[in-house]
């Protein structure tokens, strides 16, 4: 059961290049969620994605964009790379829970340095 | 906004030592309560979590947090820590949507 899966784990980019952060799940979620990790900040949420079919801006939406292209998966992409965005990136997922909180089930990472 | 505070950054005790983290939120209503862990080299994972009931809650490998309502509390406890929780243990509050808030996590570093 592999849970979370992120790909790259590891990414150098230039500024204004682009790229995008695959992430998928087989725990048959409705949600998914990518957040940044920072030093002294924790982690920040980018995007979120409910259930298949809607998407919806997080904390730091800026310079990103999402897509959930089916109940699996949830691509994340900088369209322009700037050097704020160097940072760990986390893809995670939840089922709904009962009492209506969300217990997340996260991915490995993926370190995003952008020079 | 909501927003969760952690208190130490930096957290450094001996094995045997008893381990308190600190986590303030603000929210004033209904919220879930969390504490995820990171080991070195590894995802994050859930230690322990509060939804209602008994406002203390037990985790894995020990950890236990007590939900104060009226401080806007829950803290994370340990009586007795091992070199294997060296690790940065994050607070999260989700008040019943779907964003959750992470405060800005405390690494324990345990001298064996």
């Known amino acids: 059961n592999a849970g979370v899966t992120q790909t790259p784990k590891f990414q150098v980019l230039k500024t204004g290049q682009s790229m995008t952060l695959q992430c998928a799940q087989d725990?048959?979620?409705?949600?998914m969620y990518w957040y940044r990790q920072d030093p002294g900040m924790g982690l920040r949420l980018i995007y979120y994605s409910a259930s298949e079919g809607t998407t919806d801006k997080g904390e730091v939406p800026n310079g990103y964009n999402v897509s959930r292209l089916n109940k699996r998966e949830f691509s994340l992409r900088l369209e322009s790379a700037a050097p704020s965005q160097t940072s760990v990136y986390f893809c995670?997922?939840?089922?709904?829970?009962?009492?209506?909180?969300?217990?997340?089930?996260f991915g490995a990472g993926s370190r995003l340095t952008v020079l | 906004a909501q927003s969760v505070s952690q208190h130490n950054h930096h957290v450094i005790l001996s094995e045997a030592a008893s381990l308190e983290l600190g986590c303030n939120y603000s929210?004033?209503?209904?919220?879930?309560l969390f504490w995820y862990v990171q080991y070195p080299g590894q995802h994050l994972q859930l230690l322990l979590k509060y939804f209602s009931g008994d406002p203390l809650v037990k985790g894995i490998k020990g950890f236990e947090a007590e939900f104060i309502k009226s401080k806007f509390s829950f803290n994370l406890r340990k009586p007795s820590v091992q070199w294997s929780d060296t690790a940065e243990y994050f607070c999260a509050v989700n008040t019943g949507g779907f964003k959750t808030i992470f405060g800005a996590g405390t690494r324990l570093f345990v001298k064996a």
């Open positions: 929210y004033g209503g209904t919220v879930n």
């Open positions: 995670a997922s939840s089922g709904w829970q009962e009492t209506g909180a969300n217990v997340l089930t």
């Open positions: 725990m048959n979620h409705n949600s």
